[in-house]
């Protein structure tokens, strides 16, 4: 089973920015399940809501609300994932939960991850 250590969140101002880090352990390659990673969030009180995509192709998908703001990218040596979050609102403030190992996919997005990390809290003052 993929392990995975987020970390990076904090509490920032509305238009700051912040660069989240999940460090993955156990992944021997990407190669399983076209390799899609992603970067989900839940806000109290609410559903658990995608943000980021990414596979081991460089496909990327992002939810309409942080598209333009958010950028999720890979180090493949390290096994690390990042998801840069720049102009922060409000509504940004959630758990950040990084996940791997896609079991259901197609080519264009991941439907169902089987590993997930703890999380790491993003609060965003306005």
């Known amino acids: 089973q993929v392990q995975m250590v987020e970390s990076g969140g904090g509490s920032v101002q509305a238009g700051e920015s912040l660069r989240l880090t999940c460090a993955l352990s156990?992944?021997?390659?990407?190669?399983?399940?076209?390799?899609?990673l992603g970067w989900f969030r839940q806000a109290q009180g609410k559903e658990r809501e995608r943000v980021a995509l990414?596979?081991?192709?460089?496909?990327?998908v992002y939810a309409d609300s942080v598209k333009d703001r958010f950028t999720i990218s890979t180090d493949d040596a390290k096994k690390t994932s990042y998801l840069q979050m720049n102009h922060l609102k409000h509504e940004d403030t959630a758990m950040y939960y990084c996940?791997?190992?896609?079991?259901?996919?197609?080519?264009?997005?991941?439907?169902?991850?089987?590993?997930w990390g703890q999380g790491t809290q993003v609060t965003v003052s306005s």
């Open positions: 156990g992944v021997t390659s990407w190669s399983y399940g076209m390799g899609w």
């Open positions: 990414i596979n081991r192709d460089g496909r990327r």
């Open positions: 996940s791997y190992f896609c079991v259901r996919y197609s080519v264009n997005e991941c439907f169902d991850f089987r590993d």
